[in-house]
């Protein structure tokens, strides 16, 4: 049982969704439209023992992380969160003082993206050796009256590749690093729509690792992605199947024409391949050039799957 | 830990939300403002072992509760559904027919009720011990351009309290009942909206128990409320206390001026009570009157806590 087939299972309901869903699931949030207003929303979980452990990271951190990641696809889209809903299930035995340092957590995280909690649920399992579970709902707008958010499917040959910040090691394995620390990239990626304008083709926010993130952009914009081996910015020496491969980096990978600027505010901007056609359905839609060789990077990265 | 102490302490920050929150946490949905757009807001979770018993119920029954537990709070707004985010964390070994029978019976119900998923995130657990989680956010707007949801904050000395249905027994020693197959009041809620107009001053839906619940209208709307236990109409002979106490009725429970019918197409309503001036804060809110005795029901319900 793997993540994506059963993701595309729930795509093949999209055709029934009626028109007012302008952006159906399969990006990195939606768009409704209610009246004249496009709302934006996405959901994401955290489950301890998955995303976080619970027994090494402070609780100020794992709720942090809960909001931070759901923030991550509103910068996928460029978009502006407006509101947030949390839902949690708890062990019994998690404790008052730790369920109120989880959601004070939650609700100062969401409070200073601008993306306040307006509702919420808790639940309880059956017993104390079952996860701690927490959902996220974000809701979000348009950065601008007359902007479109940017999807996954708008890459074309010809435009470049970038990404920001550096990839990998995001995951310690003492469950720390980046992961728990990191900036949703939200003034980076509307400051980079409002640079390039209708320049700006594709984005995805990296959560599964360059390789996988980078192929949905392929697959939804039907192009070929090549990336440049040497060109993928790595973190602290790690060779670039890492950085590829590692996931929850939140960092923005985008398909561009236009001039891109090296810097976003302080965020490094890094060009690291290019778009062809897609040629023959039979190769890869993603290639990594090492040199005189091509890998298939369109595996590399973090399957959740049983 | 109860579940109310933790959601009070999450109200405590409801001053900080701002302007554009019109309904804060605390009602059976939240409203916020997008533009000139109110979208309203819920989440609610289903916890297996907990909410329903997966070895007794067919998934079918299982998704199709996910999605009308969260659109029985719709209904207490008198809203109607616009789009669903659903999320669930499956355990590895839970296999791909059955997501799949799951999110399609989520998908069926949810299209059915229209209030089509347009989200969702799927997670797993690190084993098999672990139980499945779901959890749905709806998002809807209000019946009419110019009307208002009905909140739990209206209620005045003076009215009459009603329920639609039955109530007690919904949650069978084996898992099944009620629960599963219930029908969300949302066309009974909006027909009453409109047939009462201004006079319909304040709902929630029972899903805690009718004691619970109601002792949510009187505390948030500052008034007494008096149920007269004979009144209560209970499903197949069980008594008053049960009725009022098991929880899981998915009915809806108003406070109103004027003329209630007793039917709202198929479904009856029951008048059970009246409302009083709250007096000394030590006397409880809801008082439930039996004969010459005199009970207080704001216990009587199904508490989630450890």
Redesign the interface.
């Given at each position: 049982?793997r993540?994506f087939?059963?993701?595309r299972?729930?795509y093949e309901?999209n055709d029934?969704?009626?028109a007012?869903?302008e952006i159906?699931?399969g990006d990195d949030?939606?768009m409704?439209r209610?009246?004249?207003?496009p709302?934006l929303?996405?959901?994401?979980?955290l489950?301890a023992?998955?995303?976080v452990e619970l027994d090494r990271v402070p609780l100020a951190l794992v709720g942090r992380k809960a909001i931070t990641r759901c923030l991550s696809d509103v910068a996928a889209m460029a978009a502006r969160p407006?509101?947030s809903?949390?839902?949690a299930?708890?062990p019994?035995?998690?404790?008052?003082a730790n369920?109120?340092a989880l959601?004070d957590a939650m609700?100062e995280t969401a409070?200073r993206y601008g993306s306040?909690?307006?509702?919420?649920?808790?639940?309880?399992?059956?017993d104390d050796?079952?996860?701690l579970?927490c959902?996220v709902?974000v809701?979000a707008?348009t950065s601008g009256s007359n902007r479109s958010p940017i999807t996954r499917s708008g890459a074309k040959p010809g435009d470049r590749l970038y990404v920001t910040g550096v990839l990998g090691g995001s995951y310690q394995p003492d469950g720390g690093g980046h992961h728990l620390t990191f900036e949703p990239r939200m003034d980076e990626a509307i400051l980079l729509s409002e640079l390039l304008g209708e320049q700006l083709h594709a984005m995805i926010d990296l959560s599964d690792g360059l390789g996988r993130d980078a192929a949905h952009i392929a697959e939804r914009s039907r192009v070929r992605i090549v990336i440049d081996a040497a060109r993928v910015p790595c973190r602290d020496g790690l060779d670039w199947r890492r950085a590829m491969s590692d996931g929850e980096d939140y960092e923005l990978c985008f398909a561009a024409g236009g001039t891109v600027p090296n810097m976003l505010g302080s965020t490094p901007v890094t060009e690291i391949g290019w778009i062809e056609p897609r040629g023959d359905e039979s190769e890869s839609m993603l290639i990594v050039k090492e040199g005189d060789r091509a890998h298939d990077g369109a595996d590399m990265g973090w399957e959740?799957?049983?």
């Open positions: 049982m993540e087939d059963l993701l299972h729930i309901h029934a969704l009626g007012i869903v159906p699931p949030m939606a409704v209610f009246g004249n207003q709302i929303a996405a959901v994401d979980q489950v023992g998955r995303h407006i509101a809903l949390a839902a299930t708890l019994p035995g998690f404790g008052e369920a109120n959601f609700h409070q306040p909690i307006i509702g919420g649920d808790i639940a309880f399992h059956a050796s079952h996860p579970v959902s709902t809701l707008v959740h799957h049983s």
